[in-house]
């Protein structure tokens, strides 16, 4: 199986839900949780880059201080986020997964399916028990 990282944090079900569909795939992750870890300026540029996103494709904006630091003003150059997200790692939406089949936003959670080149079984299920939808 080729190596998967998931830059993760563990208080997100999206999140959480996608560690456990890589593993119930076969895969042992590299787990990083961006929040301790956090983040530099290198590794975001080049994330976004091989995502194809921008940093204000990669904010999150709900329960996080981006709106109370002015982030949400469409203004905002990349650069600016960029810093705001290396300042307070919260930040950036998460999950975000890389294997070499690409690097991938997977929110819903299904879509790390695309990543994979193994599949979990068919019954698996997402920790609010619902059925993964490929």
Known sequence: MFPVVIHHNPNCGTSRNVVAIVRAAGYSPDVIEYLETGWTRPQLLGLFAAAGMTARD?????????????????????????????????????????????????????????????????????????????
């Open 58 to 134: 990669a904010l999150r904006t709900s329960k996080s201080p981006a709106e109370e630091l002015g982030l949400l003003d469409p203004a905002i150059s990349d650069n600016a986020l960029i810093d705001a997200m290396i300042a307070h790692p919260i930040l950036v939406n998460r999950p975000i997964v890389c294997t070499p089949k690409g690097v991938r936003l997977c929110r819903p959670s299904e879509k790390v399916l695309d990543l994979l080149e193994a599949l979990p079984p068919e019954d698996f299920r997402k920790e609010d028990g619902n059925a993964l939808v490929p």
